[in-house]
């Protein structure tokens, strides 16, 4: 029997009367060493929950290989929840959308042109059951029934803005239960009719999914389920940011009012989010609604507590209005962490890109280009290369368009910039003379993740031809950037004469704490901070800065490492105290 059950109109947790005050904190998206800090500070605001989704794609990277340690170990991230007096709410998916790579579906799955996500498809449903037979045994500890923190464990997520294969969400429920799951289960919709009619699963609580209007919403859910607990799933108090939008934010006083309504109104809440956290490393989804959009770095949601743990005005707004509907403890509310003082970083050593993966054997050679998942790669870059029989001015045409970023050389040389996000398919170049060789470094900038486009291929999607000639004969090579202890840096003093190229600086710090790298001058790229991927960084904003966990310094010396795509003006980097994540929407 599930510790958390429903009555007529709430929550009972062992029998007694219960409402739900959670925030989400996705672990996977926050220094493993900073969860205790997060979570104490959860429970500060006057949270009783905090929510977490699962991340299939990272926790199963291959098929069969569970991953669950360093920032994916859940267990402990439980153990700590726990151990901070908080329930947890989590959402196993198989799809979790939250702006998430694929969706959190794995890549190795999406990339069968044939299977049908997110469906009764025996080849996505046994790849979920067999994933759940691995991740569960060492979760069963955790859920509430065997003294753990799990109260309530979702079912897929706002299913129906997807489909209406109810076959499918039993199927997802059956295999929770089946495999020992019996804590209270629910669905979360879009709270409209037609989302919660399709989303539900009759005998499932039904949630709902809104940062605003909040009568109306509740009234809709109230009319799909006559009984039951009003509960907000997602309470969206903020918003994510794409690349080369505003950075969205939501006036604290306006998201307190609407909290302060949802709870006089008796609901249970699920703030989302109450930490954002960050898309480290190539995780980031994006959407495409008409046109593609990735998903910038920072998952800072102007949340409650921003990117770097400290409390926002949301934070002090929030636990006024829970602390009129609630206990929130008397213990005063965090300060911000101290900051690392501003630092600059000199990168005087250089590896230039192109030349060293031209030294990567066995390239794969394919007659046609293949895609980024025919090569068996995810996340990064890739480089193709072939040679040209023709010569002069003409068209480069790449069939189908190219996922999603390809910066094209000739004999080395940048020529030009295809975006899937423009719709780009040609770019007009000139070849010197026959033989020349044509390069084309091509980016997945992150898989969509809402939307039917979940899973769209990347890398080269077709035939590339040259005045109407195909191209054959191609040499394609992944770019290694799991291991950058063998990229060949030596070192220059002009950063211009290598493009792209990764480059390299030392900085000293004394006493490890948060800081933001500043790139002023660099253009696009990656950065990594003593191996540690901080994610992209891109002059076309909004954000300006990327958030370096103080645990991933050490005392004494450190190592920035850049993957700068094109030309940089600077041989320096800055670490500051202050983040900017660009201009805000008004
Ligand atoms: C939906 C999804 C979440 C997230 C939010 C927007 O509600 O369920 O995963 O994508 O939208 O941030």
Redo the contacts with the bound molecule.
Sequence with gaps: MSALTTSSDGFLLHGEPFRIISGALHYFRVHPDQWSDRLRKARLMGLNAVET?LPWNLHEPEPGTLVLDGLLDLPRFLRLAQAEGLHVLLRPGPY????WDDGGLPAWLVSDPDIRLRTSDPRFTDAFDRYLDQLLPPLSPYLAANGGPVIAVQVE??YGAYGDDTAYLKHVEQALRSRGVDELLFT?D?ANAKHLAAGGLPGTLSTG?FGGRIDEHLAALRAHQSEGPLMCA?F?IG??DHWGGPHHVRPAEQAAADLDRLLSAGASVNI?MFHGGTNFGFTNGANHHHTYAPTVTSYDYDAPLTESGDPGPKYHAFREVIARHAPVPAEPAPAPSRKLPPTEVRLERRAALLPYLRTLEPAVRTQDPVTMAELGVHGGHVLYRTSVPASGDGLLRFAGGVGDRAQVFVDGAPVGVLERERHDETLPVRVPEPGAVIEVLVENQGGV??GPRIGASKGLLGPVSFQGVALHGWECRPVPTGDLGAVPFTASDAATDSVPAFHQGTFEVESPADTFLALPGWTKGHAWINGFHLGRYWNRGPQGTLYVPGPVLRPGTNELVLLELHATTGTRARLTDTPDLGPENS
Excluded at 96 to 99: H, N, P, R, S, W
């Design positions: 989704y979790i959308c939250a702006e997520n706002e979360c879009q999914t997602e969206w918003w994510f989302y993740n809402y």
